[in-house]
């Protein structure tokens, strides 16, 4: 992990790659607490959280764990906390997407 935000490269610049998750209903929504950046100079892949301050940097590696890695980022930001009595996440819609989060161990 990067705690300056840099590339293990040593580059500070990056391009920000748009997060998003589809629902079983077709519907598009972002993920607005995480960026995922990739370095312009080795095209190396991170993770950082999009919250103010300092940012640390987290390897992105393809594969399961960054989707499970992403559904979980996705929950965070679409926690229902305005209705208690609705679904626990707006993403969260049908049985098919519930499938989807238990297929990688999400509760």
């Not at 930001?77 to 993403?91: A, C, L, M, Q, T």
């Amino acid at each position: 992990m990067s705690d300056d935000a840099r590339c293990l490269c040593g580059s500070r610049i990056f391009f920000q790659k748009p997060t998003v998750i589809t629902t079983a209903s077709g519907s598009i929504r972002d993920i607005p607490s995480v960026f995922v950046l990739e370095c312009v100079r080795c095209a190396r892949a991170f993770y950082a959280d999009s919250e103010a301050g300092k940012k640390t940097l987290r390897p992105y590696v393809p594969g399961v764990y960054a989707e499970t890695e992403l559904f979980k980022q996705a929950l965070a930001s679409w926690r229902n906390k305005d209705k208690p009595e609705s679904n626990d996440s707006h993403i969260v819609l049908e049985d098919a997407d519930k499938a989807d989060f238990a297929r990688l161990g999400i509760e």
